[in-house]
């Protein structure tokens, strides 16, 4: 489809493009593709379902071997967040409290935040522990 565009970029879609690529063949790539979601959410839910179904098993492990400590400001939030993750380990829960502070800014990447913060049943925008720790682990890496 980009070769019939380029090699022909003063004709429209349909004289230049739909008889190498059908207007139905087009249609379905779209579908697909909303379906799926963007490249950096398919990479996202990729990370999240390996996360999730088997390395996550090890985090309470890990987080609860690390002391991390730092002079500089800009690592604080990194650092608070790994508290939390300690602090929850074995706790069950698709969200953390309400009422818990946690912290996205330096920990959770803009492209991201709609996959961490989520409305819960009531309503409540509350943030979503297996996205937040794959956050963190991939912030603090």
Known sequence: MAEAALDHPEQTIRTGIFPVLSEEKCKAIVK???AKGDYQEQV??????SYRDHYRRMVPLIV?????H???VLHRPVIEALEILKRFAN???????ADERIPLYGVVRPMWRDQ????????????RRVNYELCVLLTSR
């Open 32 to 34: 697909e593709y909303k």
């Open 44 to 49: 996202y839910q990729t990370m999240r379902s």
């Open 64 to 68: 609860n071997m690390l002391e991390v």
């Open 70 to 72: 730092s002079n500089n």
């Open 91 to 97: 706790v069950p829960g698709i969200y953390y409290p």
């Open 116 to 127: 961490v913060m989520e409305k819960d049943k009531e309503g409540e925008m509350r943030v």
